[in-house]
Nanobody
């Protein structure tokens, strides 16, 4: 079992930055592929970024490439999402998720086993 708690969301102007954190419980955190997803009002949840258990491989949705960076600190059981050059269309609830045995390029939410409660990110124009 893994429990995930996101933090770091908030209100920011377009062009600004935020860093989301996801703290995980459980001794096996370092074995999980971790992902960030987001869900905007009226839209389906979508993949944002993923990172391999070792941190050696990452993947990103095309819409965030070059602006967002996913990283993890296995010693702290934490995964991060650094978001730069934010746009109003990045407004959404952001969720972190954990999965075992999936490729870091997996974009389907159904492949992930554990989810946090989400943190709101609002980007004003």
């Amino acid at each position: 079992q893994v429990q995930l708690v996101e933090s770091g969301g908030g209100l920011v102007q377009a062009g600004g930055s935020l860093r989301l954190s996801c703290a995980a419980s459980g001794r096996t955190f370092s074995t999980y592929t971790m992902g960030w997803f987001r869900q905007a009002p009226g839209k389906e949840r979508e993949f944002v970024a993923g990172i391999r258990w070792s941190g050696a491989m990452t993947s990103y949705a095309d819409s965030v490439k070059g602006r967002f960076t996913i990283s993890r600190d296995n010693a702290k059981n934490t995964v991060y999402l650094q978001m730069n050059s934010l746009k109003p269309e990045d407004t959404a609830v952001y969720y972190c998720a954990a999965a075992t045995g999936v490729a870091v390029t997996t974009v389907s939410e159904y492949e992930y086993d554990y989810w946090g409660q989400g943190t709101q990110v609002t980007v004003s124009s």
